[in-house]
């Protein structure tokens, strides 16, 4: 099968969980024989196509250009799209779904969307009304989670597929903690709380940060690592030096994927505070590395998350409740076992083999229709 996927941004610049999914899903559909082809925005220093992993890469002038930028963006991938000439073109996202749209008007090529959270949750120009013709022309809708299925609904009452977000299960596999540990200076009495992601407002770290301010009077040993960077670095420092916490809140800044599960292994809690969340991947790295998880009850995170099965679920902007959490987890080695064993086991559900899977299953439904 040809495949089209277009997608906004791309490794290696765009690491976040849209890009690092495409990427996989590209990979493991090229692994069975398909051919793979990825059309994104045009990233400085970079060829306007190559291949990797056994896909292509086709890279787009997306002009900064107010309205018109996009437009354009999506006029020039609708004509790589016929350039290419696939049998099927999947969008990374409602707001890329004009250019698939375009390439199935003009070029008769069949698509789905395959939703990714910010485009469902989040407000952004003319939503109502690209939502409405992008949805309602797809051969296929695709969501991350139930929750963001009831959402699409609202706006399309279609039949919905629900497919969440892939790992590679080795990265995290023969990982030695103590090794790691050493290598980053961790001591063996320190307890480690782990948050990886951008460090922005909606992903709720200033409330992760009072938390601990809470922990260190009963655990002192406690530490917070922090990996990413983004636009509240300096605020969350700025409030790191004012809670007097710079011996226990250490930021990594920007790390690369590949070394997020050796964070990961060295940790003894992962903490994600977020106040939006449509799916949370880091989640999933989380339970791979059997990590006990302590999320807030917002958006997708639920049906990942079983409260007190592989983790604890808390209220958002609730620092004391996060506190709480972490200070039960670290005083209970046997609860800290049991919670690691099944999120070990339930991360193997979610392996880019199966994920792919049902992502060809999807594809065939949606070519048998036309």
């Known amino acids: 099968m040809k495949i089209a996927i277009v997608v906004s941004m791309f490794p290696p610049k765009w690491i976040g969980g849209t890009e690092i999914a495409t990427k996989n899903t590209a990979k493991y559909l090229a692994l069975r024989g398909n051919i793979v082809h990825v059309i994104t925005s045009l990233d400085k220093g970079l060829p306007k196509q190559n291949q990797e992993d056994g896909y292509f890469v086709h890279r787009v002038l997306y002009p900064k ?78 969501t991350l989670t ?93 409030l790191v030096r004012q809670l007097s916490l710079e011996n226990y809140v250490i930021f990594f800044g920007k790390v690369s994927n590949e070394e ?7 940790s003894d809690i992962f903490v994600l505070p977020s106040l939006s969340e449509s799916f949370g991947i880091v989640n999933i790295e989380a339970m791979a590395s059997g990590l006990p998880i302590i999320a807030t009850k917002v958006g997708g995170i639920p049906e990942i998350i079983k409260d007190g099965e592989n983790g604890f679920l808390v209220e958002p902007k609730n620092p004391e409740q996060i506190a709480e959490r972490i200070l039960y987890l670290l005083s209970n080695n046997n609860i800290r076992r049991s919670i690691s064993f099944n999120n070990k086991e339930k991360a193997k559900n979610y392996s880019w083999d199966l994920i792919v899977n049902k992502l060809i299953a999807v594809y065939s439904l949606c070519l048998n229709k036309n």
């Open 65 to 142: 250009i107010k309205f018109l930028g996009v437009i354009f963006f999506w006029i020039k991938c609708s004509l790589v799209i016929q350039k290419i000439r696939p049998e099927i073109a999947h969008s990374q996202s409602i707001q890329m779904a004009p250019a698939c749209l375009l390439a199935k008007i003009f070029f008769n090529v069949p698509y789905i969307i395959y939703c990714r959270g910010f485009d469902v949750y989040l407000d952004w120009k003319f939503k109502k009304i690209i939502s409405k013709l992008v949805l309602r022309d797809a051969g296929a809708i695709v």
């Open 146 to 238: 139930e929750d963001m299925k009831r959402k699409v609904q609202i706006i399309c009452d279609k039949n919905i597929f629900v497919i969440p977000n892939g790992i590679e299960q080795k990265r995290f596999q023969n990982l030695l903690r103590d090794d790691i540990r050493n290598k980053l200076k961790i001591r063996k009495n320190e307890k480690i709380i782990f948050f990886a992601g951008t460090l922005k407002l909606v992903k709720g770290i200033r409330y992760l940060i009072e938390a601990i301010n809470i922990i260190k009077q009963k655990i002192p040993e406690a530490r917070l690592l922090l990996v990413g960077d983004g636009e509240e670095d300096e605020n969350l420092k700025k």
């Open 260 to 266: 997020i599960p050796k964070y990961m292994v060295a």
